[in-house]
């Protein structure tokens, strides 16, 4: 695995530029505000000392001295300390609001605007091998209406895959309720089309998280292969906490940013026209609205680029390593996820697996390490559960039960009902093999509910990877360009 390490300072470098200025003035504020009595009672001690030195007949403080001397420094402190707390504040708060209401959570769009490349990726890495093993089910059988009369696989495979995006167009573009959508166009997109409700760089980017952390199928999955509680908790806690808080610095300093650049360039151009698209969105610059305003093409440019880099750093690999601050964690839960839930990711069948993908796109040996140790598992055991089917349900293995194979397949997997142990158990039970052959059976006729889930885990995945690379493009597109994007 070609992981890039960086130097921790490197990281602190990072976290500096999220770093504004107002946010400066807060903590200084923050920092005489708390200490106002602190400074106030030492004064007082320095006042006592000075009167008593009067007193004595050194040079000191009158009463008067000693009484205003730490009432003043007080007040002082208490004011000086109050408005370098709330000015900052009011006017970040003030920046943010200019963000939201100037479009910044309308950056949804950009992503709703590559839906072609999106369902492109769907289908090369997730439906088409749902096609594919539909076809295969149901060869010879033409009510399936998988294979026509006198039509190849070619052509088949060819109209299928048009029929897939006329369906998922139809369906985005309807405004139905999901699980009857998904029953009328013959597709599950919640997922997909509840992560377009997020938006690029902007607090609402949230959906991948709610979705591994509260929808119920992904539960479901998550708690058939343990992969929740305490067990998740220490592979993935201090990930996700720190993932949060890049996040929520990162989203908002580029909101921040954003709401001061799109004041400036209305003030400049005079104009109420320019909002966060304009600086965030490729291609804005050349606009025709923006073309009648002179040198308002190479002022945006300029700022984007100059905002983008003071975020995100002055080169595209730092930029990489910044995004997956907030990215990251999400793709390698997800991954996690897949690996435990999905044999046909762990033994290659899909033309893809999880070793390769950590590969080409992890950033964590660890967990490149683990995911080559479950595989070798995964794939032994997954031999024996071919042989032992072999032995007593050959007919799982014919052609047009491919789909009932594939979920005993993942119940053998994800070990529903011990049915792993029964099977590679080399200490078996007279009754264990009677047992398998039982839960098998029930697995097989589970198959819809099984197959939900899986299409579910497919699903979440391939929308944490499509995520990270949105990102990048959009990145590279408005401050890196003429960069290669880095391997990891």
């Not at 320095?46 to 205003?68: C, H, M, N, S």
């Not at 979705?211 to 998740?232: E, H, I, K, M, Y």
């Not at 194979?405 to 009902?417: E, K, P, S």
Request: hydrophobic content about 40%.
């Amino acid at each position: 695995m070609k992981t890039r390490r960086r130097r921790k300072l490197a990281v602190l470098g990072d976290l500096r530029r999220l770093i504004a200025p107002l946010d400066v003035l807060y903590t200084v504020g923050n920092l005489i505000y708390r200490r106002t009595l602190r400074y106030t009672l030492f004064t007082a001690g320095i006042a006592v000392l000075g009167r008593l030195a009067q007193e004595l007949g050194l040079p000191g403080f009158t009463v008067r001295q000693a009484l205003l001397l730490p009432l003043l420094i007080g007040m002082v402190s208490l004011t000086v300390g109050t408005m370098l707390k709330v000015v900052p504040s009011l006017i970040a708060s003030r920046l943010l609001t200019v963000a939201q209401a100037g479009d910044l959570n309308l950056m949804e769009d950009y992503r709703k605007s590559q839906t072609e490349e999106h369902l492109n990726a769907l289908w090369e890495r997730l439906f088409q091998h749902e096609c594919r093993l539909r076809m295969a089910a149901g060869a010879g059988r033409r009510s399936d209406g998988l294979r026509r009369k006198g039509e190849t696989e070619v052509e088949a495979y060819a109209r299928a895959k048009r029929s897939f995006f006329a369906r998922a167009q139809k369906a985005l573009a309807s405004h139905l309720p999901q699980i009857d959508q998904m029953h009328l166009v013959g597709l599950d997109l919640r997922y997909l089309e509840d992560w377009r409700d997020g938006a690029y760089l902007d607090r609402s980017d949230t959906k991948l998280n709610e979705q591994f952390d509260g929808n119920s199928t992904l539960t479901d999955a998550r708690r058939q292969v343990g992969l929740t509680g305490p067990a998740a908790a220490v592979l993935f806690g201090t990930r996700r906490f720190a993932q949060r808080l890049w996040f929520l610095f990162i989203t908002r300093t580029v909101a921040i940013q954003v709401g001061g650049g799109i004041q400036r360039l209305n003030r400049t151009y005079g104009t109420d026209l320019f909002n966060c698209q304009a600086i965030l969105w490729p291609g804005t610059e050349d606009a025709a609205w923006l073309g009648a305003h002179e040198g308002a093409r190479e002022e945006v440019l300029r700022r984007r680029r100059q905002m983008l880099r003071r975020i995100f750093g002055e080169d595209f690999e730092t930029a990489c390593h910044v995004l997956d601050h907030m990215l990251y964690c999400s793709f390698a839960r997800a991954t996690e996820l897949r690996m435990r839930f999905d044999p046909d990711y762990c033994d290659g069948s899909l033309g893809y697996d999880v070793v390769a993908d950590l590969r080409d796109e992890g950033r964590n040996r660890r967990d490149f390490q683990r995911a080559e140790a479950f595989v070798r598992t995964a794939r032994a055991d997954l031999a024996a559960l071919k042989r032992f089917l072999e032995a007593r349900r050959p007919e799982l293995l014919e052609v047009h039960r491919a789909e009932a194979l594939r979920a005993v397949r993942i119940a053998f997997h994800v070990d529903l009902d011990g049915l792993k142990r029964l099977v590679t158990s080399p200490h078996a039970a007279p009754g264990d093999a009677a047992k398998a052959v039982e839960r098998i059976g029930q697995a097989a006729g589970d198959t819809a509910r099984i197959v939900r889930r899986l299409i579910a885990v497919r699903m979440h995945h391939e929308l944490t990877r499509l995520s990270r690379q949105g990102y990048r493009d959009l990145l590279r597109k408005l401050a890196y360009s003429g960069r290669a994007e880095p391997r990891d």
